[in-house]
């Protein structure tokens, strides 16, 4: 039995959906390891139930006297020292734009190594599965390591309940602090929507999607499937759709359940984003198209005939 | 100004993987390119001296056969290179690491080093990070805007829902570039001349007292991604495609 830690994220004080995967993850094969979710000067009994829901028997809120939320290396060093006290074997967390700043930060404060953005983890073997490679292979890593870090690809790992008593405690170390890293501000992106890395299912559209106004198209289908949009750098380069929306090497890497993919001819580059996506759907005209040769579902078919009937189809 | 920029030598994203054994590659039947994510810290490096003055000095650790790569990161106006030669093109970042510190401690630290948010072979996203520990200074990844002024560098980076975070950090520091920063430039024939009789100081791993078998993490092994064999197609009018395709997703794959 391994203890092992998790760094949960939230998003507006709750807990954002894609950490229960990897809650799921730091129970371990057998399912018996004893689970330490980590939050930051969070409102940890508004929580509580949420992640016990899911494996977590502590709930350790971590509080500083410092500005946690301007200074990256500051939460770092606090998650190190929380990993210390706890004894833990492992410490995971999401490949997100802050679990990815925050974990090389501790495997550097630790000096431990780390496997980042794993879409399998064997704790007890000390390994981790990811991709190589933009995608085109997996290796397996195996670490020599007093303590594990790993981040995990959001929805890579289906999240699995396993319900437990759990206590709230909170956690202030003594850390110090004089980095120059300094979050000034942080600029809202105009839409409060959905994350492409976190959305569940996602419905993209590729150069065929002809002018930016055309996404309302996708975005009504997508609203009924509780998708995000994205976009391909085709259609990124064009000026059809910010870079945020990108998806790909370049843009982000994302594994949802569901991937439609619009008028997207199917690159190595764009696959290299997507791929570990759980059932891809292809619409597009040409049905030598190579996304049909690399998808689940295959529709050829016109992009502005398709997607109204399919969204139709969904109301 | 002295900028240090750390490219890594890795296959182009378009070329074909071709494995060989259980950890290996073949990397003699694929291109080599600058790591993309690195070419804008590159393109960043030589506009800063452009402006500024100053030299850009690539640090690389990789293979004899980064000298291809790094003629190519000269051609767009780096100055001179520091090859740290490795015998195999797989090394724990951690390694890498050590290798880039002595590299840059030997030259003299710069006011900035530039790397790339990650690299597109390993994928490790974490060397910058244990450079900055290791030099003891700081570090902010995944930057797509820059300025500098004095020994301040005010960065923007994208975290997630197009939210952007602006974070300022005192120079000398590291910066992790990603797309946006800049268009790296194409380089002209007369700069492809130019860069091959610029300097490339070559070191061996060894010179630096660093054991290449001596990584803590360790590829086991390396198998290519499976593949999807070809899409079930699906018939009939567009009405009765759609029809069939929300049933498939509703209740034989469930994912809706
Ligand atoms: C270093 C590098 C990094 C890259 N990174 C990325 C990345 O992150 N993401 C990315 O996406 N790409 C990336 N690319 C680019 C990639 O190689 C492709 O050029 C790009 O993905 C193509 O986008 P697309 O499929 O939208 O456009 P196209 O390849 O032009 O395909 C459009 C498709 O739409 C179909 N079509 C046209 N009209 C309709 C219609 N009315 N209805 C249905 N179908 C229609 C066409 O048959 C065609 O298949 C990268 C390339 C390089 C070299
Ligand atoms: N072998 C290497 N030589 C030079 N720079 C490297 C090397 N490996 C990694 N880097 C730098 O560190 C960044 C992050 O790499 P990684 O941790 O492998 O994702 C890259 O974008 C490079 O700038």
Do not use: W
Request: proline share 4%; hydrophobic share 40%.
């Amino acid at each position: 039995m391994a203890k092992t830690g998790v760094l949960i994220e939230l998003g507006d004080g709750k807990v954002k959906e894609t950490n229960f995967g990897v809650l799921t993850a730091a129970r371990g094969a057998s399912g018996d390891n004893e689970v330490c979710a980590f939050v930051m000067n969070a409102d940890a009994e508004a929580i509580k139930s949420e992640l016990s829901a899911y494996g977590a028997s502590k709930i350790v809120n971590i509080t500083s006297s410092g500005d946690l939320g301007a200074s990256p290396d500051l939460q770092a060093a606090s998650l190190a020292a929380a990993a210390k006290e706890y004894g833990l074997d492992a410490l995971l967390g999401l490949f997100s734009a802050t679990g990815r700043d925050i974990f090389a930060r501790v495997a550097a404060i630790m000096d431990e190594p780390m496997i980042s953005d794993c879409i399998s983890v064997d704790i007890d073997g000390k390994t981790g599965v990811k991709s190589h490679f933009s995608g085109k292979t997996f290796a397996t890593i195996k670490l020599d390591c007093g303590i594990m870090l790993a981040t995990v690809r959001p929805n890579a790992i289906e999240p699995a309940e396993a319900s437990v008593d759990a206590e709230v405690i909170s956690f202030s170390p003594s850390v110090e602090n004089n980095s120059t890293v300094k979050i000034i501000e942080v600029k809202k992106g105009g839409t409060e929507k959905l994350d492409l890395t976190e959305a569940p299912v996602i419905v993209t559209g590729g150069r065929a999607i002809k002018a930016s106004e055309n996404y309302k198209m996708l975005e009504e289908c997508a609203a009924l499937l509780g998708a995000a949009v994205g976009a391909s750098r085709a259609a990124v380069d064009a000026g059809y759709a910010p870079h945020s929306m990108q998806v790909g090497q370049t843009g982000k890497t994302v594994s949802p359940k569901l991937y439609i993919a619009c008028g997207v001819s199917g690159a190595v580059q764009h696959f290299a984003g997507m791929k570990t996506s759980k059932i891809i759907v292809g619409i597009n005209t040409d049905k030598d198209a190579p996304i049909f040769a690399k998808c689940d579902y295959g529709i050829v078919g016109d992009i502005f005939e398709v997607v109204p009937a399919l969204t139709e189809a969904l109301r | 100004m002295k900028i240090c920029v750390c490219i890594k030598h890795v296959p182009d994203t378009a070329a074909n993987i071709k494995l060989a054994g259980e950890q290996g590659f073949e990397d003699s039947e694929c291109k080599f390119v600058v790591n993309p994510y690195d070419e804008y810290g590159l393109e960043e490096s030589v506009s800063l001296v452009e402006k500024n003055g100053g030299e850009v000095v690539v640090v690389t650790v990789g293979k004899e056969a980064a000298t291809a790569t790094i003629r190519s990161a000269m051609a767009m106006g780096a100055h001179r290179a520091i090859l740290v030669k490795t015998e195999g093109q797989f090394l724990d970042s951690a390694l890498t690491c050590k290798a880039l510190k002595a590299a840059i401690e030997k030259d003299g630290t710069p006011d900035i080093i530039f790397t790339g948010k990650g690299s597109v072979d390993t994928e490790g996203f974490q060397t910058q990070y244990r450079l900055a520990a290791a030099l003891g200074i700081p570090v902010v990844n995944e930057v797509s805007k820059l300025t500098v002024d004095g020994s301040k560098a005010v960065m923007e980076r994208e975290t997630g829902s197009g939210e952007r975070e602006v974070v300022e950090m005192t120079l000398p520091g590291i910066i992790g570039a990603t797309k946006g920063l800049n268009e790296p430039r194409y380089p002209k024939f007369p700069d492809i001349m130019k860069a091959k009789k610029k300097p490339i100081d070559v070191i061996p791993l060894s010179d630096l007292g660093i054991d290449e078998g001596a990584g803590k993490s360790v590829l086991v092994k390396l198998e290519a991604t499976p593949e999807r064999s070809g899409a079930k197609m699906l018939e009939g009018s567009v009405t009765e495609q759609v029809a069939q395709l929300v049933k498939i997703l509703k209740e034989e794959e469930k994912v809706i």
